[in-house]
């Protein structure tokens, strides 16, 4: 996804990640491409952004798994939910 956005002019890399790390945007690009049909895409999309996104705001992060569960990817729901489980029990709960 990252390399088609640059490929296509679209986004440089810089921007891409940018958009990745922020939860509500990466939300917004997977709603929109599962609406296009680009099941590659946000599949690839959604892969990083479970990985990679943001977890210091629980509204976005929660839009992110909205977006992620409408797009079919669970896998990266339980990914980003266990991801921001962890980030949210202070260490000496842990």
């Known amino acids: 996804m990252i390399r088609l956005l640059s490929r296509l002019g679209i986004l440089d890399d810089q921007e891409t990640e940018w958009i990745v ?17 680009a099941t590659q895409l946000v599949g690839e999309l959604a892969d ?5 996104a943001a977890l210091d705001d629980g509204f976005d992060v929660a839009m992110l798994m909205v977006a992620l569960r409408e797009a079919g990817a669970t896998e990266q729901v339980g990914a980003l939910a266990r991801s921001s489980a962890v980030r949210t029990v202070p260490e000496h709960h842990r």
């Open 48 to 52: 990083r952004a479970a990985s990679e």
């Open 21 to 37: 790390r922020h939860a509500t945007l990466a939300a917004n690009l997977v709603d929109a491409l599962r609406k296009a049909g």
